[in-house]
């Protein structure tokens, strides 16, 4: 047969022979595209979710658990995590407030006392606001987007895997006695190698890193999927504002976390592992440089923890209020603004520390300035309410509570900017009422609203309307019972940090106030737990878009299927499922029999490039168990790094071992 | 109703409480002229701050008060993305307002903040005050070195006169802060800090250490007296004696276990062999009042607590239990309490 048409090939003239093996190529393409199955107008419905479900569906058992790289799974894992940390947390607080509700109490003694504030910092900072944050934001951020997956998938897992094992670490050192005990910030020189001995410093030190480490990735991953994964036509200006909130603290992330990594892993733990002197002045060192470096991290933290809160109620009073953000660009400027402010006002932690009064005079009027795109943002929601009609479920009475609450801490924080009124209010009960009300009022009032937002979603089912609102006046009046007396306290005289206090000073009564309320506050979180376990259960079925929402995570059935979507949908305005009657406009042409998702353009976000996405892996487990053992054994011996590089390299060879590339035949995408 | 009554309840004791003790320690003291700029500035910043409060307030309860009434522009109505064009310049009121608000907040300030800074450049008397884990070290700098006073965890300040404390640490970070004269300032090793504060009234106050440095770092206070000039200087050449000789047969078997036994090898007592340089001067420990850096006031009762076991009551701190006889401790308190 070759030698026939070889021959009758050979003999056609050249034109003509280019002609024909185009027209080959053409036939085998069109022959190789016949056999993928791609969802489109001949495939739908119940067959294309049966093909779609064996595509993306990871192996069963617990090597696929561990394999997982599905950004709901991961996401969810996240976001129990950082719960359970919340409560570990808590209970760390209520221990705090049983010792302060009496003067010269003697229940916990100085030593355990000052775990216990070094822990419940650490773990609500480290272990809770941040990872609580991108673990939404990995579930929630691609289903908004209408697409199937987030970018690096597998980094995902990787950076869940390393939080965990931080977290681990972190307590299983408080139960062995040997948690942290010079607070969340850990101050050299006492935090140096003299002041602290034994390992209690370093364990902080290491779970910061892990939790860095664990925070970067998930970055990097939140900040690509938006940037690159958004359905056709949705803009950027046409993006939700919760991923316009989680792009700018991605990036705030990616420039902020450095600096802690490094003054903890690359500066304190040599200082007091190998002997050298970073930080003390004796050698030539400097005390204040950790502060800087802690703080330049420190105070974009606080805009970490809050910029994704203000994407939650900005998703709320857009469902709640029936119509989107009142001057959704001023809200998108301002969140942005809010981003490059915050990295300029870290000195404004350290004012009693007599630096240059001319700084002092920048980093207030820095400080100062921050207040006002959040006073923007304030009045874009306020205006929202004003022009729409608010529904007041439990979501929405959030929304409220963050709004009394938050502007009080706010203010507080333009008069703890000013540096007269700073250094008499510094490092005392104000500033510890003033940073609760900003992430409690900012922060968990909004997340508390969501988390019965999304509960739906996630679940497919909803929240007891009831007990929701019983939990949130219990949250809402515990909460200010507790820290409105703080403001008193500090202003009285009493420091942070201290385990007891002197009677006689006029401090009983605001510390018992203090100490009531906060049992208030952990019962309405309990009721809210048990409303979440008995509605897991119990609760009314959701369907999918059991709010009337307008973003794209509700196109989808609750919970979503493993695909997201049957089809990605295509946005043409901003609110898309108020503006187009039952169904959506789709993308079709992806693969069906394997995992693909649509890339679109920066900018106008057109289609762009289908990408293949990567299959459940090992890999990033294995990696993370690796590194994981380098940053606990480094805390023993320095040996440990030059030696576990070994393991770490070992797994991410294997992770990144480049895979063979087939060529695979174009679709034409309509 | 019953929530303002609750609220009333909560409030009054606070209030009470506030009066009550801002003698002591407290921002509300007002006794140098450094707090009390800072209580003019507070109570601007309050005034600005409340009025931005009540506007965000009202605008929001307006706001759900509206929506039972009127047709709003809704999903609903079809009308959702249609914006009153008052909106959008009550928006830019709304900024120019914060801005305004805030500028003038800033200034207020800067030129309290430079009065401050301008007030701390005609010092008449200075100080050096050392932080060390758990305690102040005291200096009074004199021209005359005979008249160079060290004592511990008591400071006398003249009123009326600008004191400049110099402030370091050999150790840790500490904060020296008495809440009823000025804000406070961070001891830094390696670093050179100083405030200036000029009382305005006689009276006792207590300064808590305001930066976490460690375990006993609730028990690190300092009390300040502030007396009428003739009373602090006839207290600084008080303090200036040596300890007087002891008289009573008990009180002297109490010297001798003091100046020869381990006590000596940390404490100093001035006329004495003690010369220990690394706990506080002793020398007129009696006539302080406070022990162990604020710990508790100073008395007999105290004095034996603290000499028999100062572990059970400021655990970790520098001092040992000995493990006294007790007749070693009868005399020991009472050579101690000689030394007025």
């Known amino acids: 047969m070759t030698d026939i048409r070889t021959d009758s090939f050979e003999a056609m003239p050249a034109r003509e022979r280019e002609r024909v093996r185009v027209e080959e190529e053409n036939r085998r393409l069109a022959q190789e595209r016949k056999k993928i199955a791609r969802d489109g107008p001949k495939l739908k419905g119940a067959k294309l979710a049966a093909r779609l479900d064996l595509a993306w569906r990871r192996p069963p058992g617990i090597v696929g658990w561990l394999a997982t790289v599905d950004h709901k799974e991961i996401g969810r894992r996240y976001i129990l995590t950082a719960l359970g940390f919340l409560v570990l947390g808590g209970i760390m607080a209520l221990f705090m407030r049983l010792q302060l509700a009496r003067p010269d109490n003697s229940m916990i003694g100085a030593e355990r006392y000052n775990q216990l504030f070094s822990m419940h910092g650490s773990t609500m900072m480290f272990l809770f606001a941040v990872p609580v944050m991108e673990g939404v934001a990995v579930y929630i951020i691609p289903l908004m987007l209408g697409t199937r997956s987030t970018a690096f998938p597998r980094l995902n897992a990787f950076s869940y895997y390393m939080y965990l094992f931080g977290g681990l670490m972190l307590w299983i050192a408080f139960v062995l006695n040997m948690a942290p005990d010079v607070g969340w910030f850990e101050y050299t020189p006492l935090s140096g190698p003299q002041y602290s001995p034994g390992k209690h410093t370093d364990i902080w030190a290491q779970m910061v890193t892990y939790t860095e480490v664990a925070a970067l990735a998930a970055a990097v991953v939140l900040v690509c999927t938006i940037l690159k994964a958004r359905a056709p036509g949705m803009t950027l200006a046409r993006m939700p504002l919760f991923a316009w909130a989680m792009l700018v603290e991605g990036i705030m992330i990616i420039f902020a976390m450095p600096a802690v990594a490094l003054v903890t892993t690359v500066l304190l733990i040599p200082d007091r592992l190998v002997g050298t002197q970073f930080f003390n002045a004796g050698e030539g060192g400097d005390a204040l440089l950790f502060q800087h470096m802690f703080w330049f991290f420190g105070h974009p933290e606080v805009y970490i923890i809050f910029l994704p809160a203000t994407g939650f109620v900005s998703v709320i009073v857009e469902t709640f209020c029936r119509r989107p953000v009142f001057a959704h660009s001023v809200v998108v400027l301002a969140l942005i603004s809010t981003g490059i402010l915050s990295f300029g006002l870290w000195v404004h932690h350290m004012f009693a520390t007599g630096l240059p009064r001319v700084g002092y005079s920048f980093f207030t009027a820095a400080s100062i300035s921050v207040s006002i795109p959040t006073g923007l943002q304030i009045f874009c929601w306020l205006a929202t309410m004003w022009e729409g009609k608010p529904r007041f479920q439990v979501p929405m009475l959030y929304v409220v509570g963050f709004i009394f609450t938050f502007v009080i801490g706010g203010l507080t924080g333009v008069i703890l900017a000013a540096v007269p009124l700073d250094l008499q209010l510094h490092d005392t009960y104000f500033v510890v009422a003033h940073l609760h009300y900003v992430l409690i009022g900012g922060a968990v009032f909004p997340l508390l609203g969501i988390f019965t937002y999304w509960f739906p979603k996630i679940t497919g089912r909803m929240m007891n309307e009831r007990l929701g609102r019983v939990s949130f006046w219990l949250v809402f009046f515990g909460f200010h019972a507790t820290f409105l007396p703080m403001h008193w306290s500090g202003m009285l005289g009493m420091p942070r940090r201290v385990y007891t206090y002197p009677a006689g000073l006029g401090l009983e009564v605001p510390n018992l106030i203090s100490t009531v309320g906060a049992f208030v506050l952990a019962f309405g979180v309990v009721l809210f737990v048990v409303n979440g376990l008995v509605s897991l259960y119990r609760g009314a079925i959701a369907g999918p878009n059991p709010w009337g929402a307008a973003s794209l995570e509700w196109a989808t059935s609750s919970p979503p299927p493993v695909y997201n979507f049957e089809h990605i949908p295509v946005v043409e305005s901003d609110t898309p499922l108020w503006d187009t009657d039952g169904e959506l406009p789709v993308v079709s042409g992806l693969r069906v029999d394997q995992k693909e998702m649509l890339l679109t353009t920066v900018v106008a976000a057109t289609p762009d490039v289908r990408e293949p996405v990567p299959q459940p892996s090992l890999w990033p487990f294995i990696s993370a168990c690796a590194v994981g053992l380098v940053f606990a054994a480094s805390i023993f011996s320095a040996w440990a790094v030059p030696f576990g590089l070994i393991p770490c390299g070992i797994a991410l060879i294997a992770w990144f071992w480049p895979k063979e590339m087939k060529r695979h035949p174009e679709p034409i995408i309509s | ?340």
């Open chain 2, 1 to 340: 109703m019953s929530l303002r009554a609750s609220a009333k309840a909560a409030v009054l004791p606070l209030l009470l409480g506030a009066c009550q003790y801002q003698q002591y320690q407290s921002d509300f003291g007002g006794a140098a002229v450094e707090d009390r700029q800072f209580l003019t500035l507070f109570w601007i910043f309050i005034a600005v701050c409340g009025v931005m409060y009540v506007l965000v307030i009202a605008f929001m309860l307006a706001g759900i008060a509206r929506a039972r009434r009127a047709e709003a522009n809704v999903v609903e109505t079809g009308r959702h993305h249609q914006s009153d064009p008052l909106m959008r310049s009550t928006l830019i009121g709304w900024t120019a307002l914060i801005g305004v608000g805030l500028a003038a907040l800033a200034i207020a300030s800067f030129f309290t903040d430079r009065s401050m800074a301008k007030a701390a450049t005609n010092e008449k008397l200075s100080v050096t005050v050392t932080g060390k884990q758990w305690w102040w070290d005291i200096q009074y700098n004199a021209a005359d070195a005979s008249k160079t006073l060290r004592t511990a965890n008591e400071l006398h300040l003249p009123v009326g006169v600008p004191t400049r404390i110099l402030l370091q640490s050999s150790d840790v970070i500490h904060s020296f802060w008495v809440p009823s004269l000025a804000g406070k300032q961070d001891l830094i090793p390696g670093r050179a800090n100083d405030i200036t504060v000029v009382p305005t009234r006689v009276g006792i106050f207590r300064g808590p250490c305001a930066e976490f440095c460690g375990l006993q770092h609730a028990h690190m206070a300092l009390v300040v007296v502030v007396e009428p000039y003739a009373d602090f200087i006839k207290w600084w050449d008080h303090q200036l004696q040596p300890a007087p000789q002891p008289t009573t047969p008990l009180a002297l078997a109490g010297y001798k276990y003091v100046t020869t036994g381990p006590c000596s090898a940390c404490h100093a007592i001035g006329g004495t062999p003690a010369n220990g340089q690394i706990a506080p001067d002793l020398t007129h420990l009696a006539s302080r009042k406070s022990l162990a850096a604020g710990t508790m006031p100073m008395g007999e009762g105290q004095l034996y607590g603290w000499v028999e076991d100062p572990q059970s009551i400021k655990p970790g701190v520098n001092m040992p239990t000995i493990g006294l006889e007790p007749g070693q401790l009868h005399a020991v308190v009472a050579y101690l309490e000689t030394l007025k």
